[in-house]
């Protein structure tokens, strides 16, 4: 089990179970309604094609990721985000790192990276992940000692491993 760092206060992580699905679909979307707004759609339209999208993501890595667990990142008791990671014998994926906006850059994600890393060097795991080129969270990556591995498009998949982090 994953524990952030002490001094990202009460941040911690649980299961997500099934009365979680709104909170979860809700953040999904907090993290694109944005880029759908210059395609001029009224709220209804927005909503029902992020929950389109939604479902499918989650469909598609109940099939190819079977065993990933999905995480909800609490704050003082009340969820701010999700955590989705698949294990591996020799690789730890972060499927997903989303916080809500308000709980943005006050560093959880660092926290819950971090830890992962700590895993990762103690069990002599790989650490990968897909970011936008030029995400915030590409940023935050580069600094923890990621170094990308491949380009898709506007896409990276970084990768750390305690050899390249010495």
Same mark, same amino acid.
């Given at each position: 089990? $994953?524990?952030? !760092? !002490? &001094?990202?206060?009460?941040?911690?992580?649980?299961?997500?179970?099934?009365?979680?699905?709104? #909170?979860? #679909?809700?953040?999904?979307?907090?993290?694109?309604?944005?880029? /759908?707004?210059?395609?001029?759609?009224?709220?209804?339209?927005?909503?029902? #094609?992020?929950?389109?999208?939604?479902?499918?993501?989650?469909?598609?890595?109940? /099939?190819?990721?079977?065993?990933?667990?999905?995480?909800?990142?609490?704050?003082?008791?009340?969820?701010?985000?999700?955590?989705?990671?698949?294990?591996?014998? &020799?690789?730890?994926?972060?499927?997903? /790192?989303?916080?809500?906006?308000?709980?943005?850059?006050?560093? $959880?994600?660092?926290?819950?990276?971090?830890? +992962? +890393? &700590?895993?990762?060097?103690?069990?002599?795991?790989?650490?990968?992940? &897909?970011?936008?080129?030029?995400?915030?969270?590409?940023? /935050?990556?580069?600094? +923890?000692?990621?170094?990308?591995?491949?380009?898709?498009?506007?896409?990276?998949?970084?990768?750390?491993?305690?050899? !390249?982090?010495?």
């Amino acid at each position: 089990m $994953i524990e952030p !760092a !002490a &001094h990202v206060a009460e941040v911690g992580l649980r299961p997500a179970v099934e009365a979680d699905r709104d #909170f979860l #679909f809700e953040l999904y979307a907090s993290t694109r309604r944005a880029d /759908l707004q210059p395609l001029g759609w009224d709220a209804a339209a927005t909503d029902s #094609f992020l929950r389109a999208q939604y479902e499918h993501e989650e469909r598609d890595w109940h /099939l190819h990721q079977q065993g990933a667990e999905c995480m909800v990142v609490e704050r003082a008791g009340r969820a701010v985000g999700r955590l989705y990671v698949a294990r591996s014998a &020799h690789e730890i994926r972060i499927m997903d /790192l989303t916080l809500l906006p308000a709980h943005r850059s006050q560093g $959880i994600a660092t926290a819950l990276i971090s830890a +992962l +890393l &700590h895993e990762a060097q103690a069990t002599r795991r790989t650490v990968r992940l &897909h970011v936008g080129r030029n995400s915030r969270l590409a940023e /935050l990556c580069r600094g +923890l000692g990621f170094l990308p591995a491949a380009t898709r498009g506007g896409t990276l998949l970084m990768e750390w491993t305690a050899e !390249a982090a010495l």
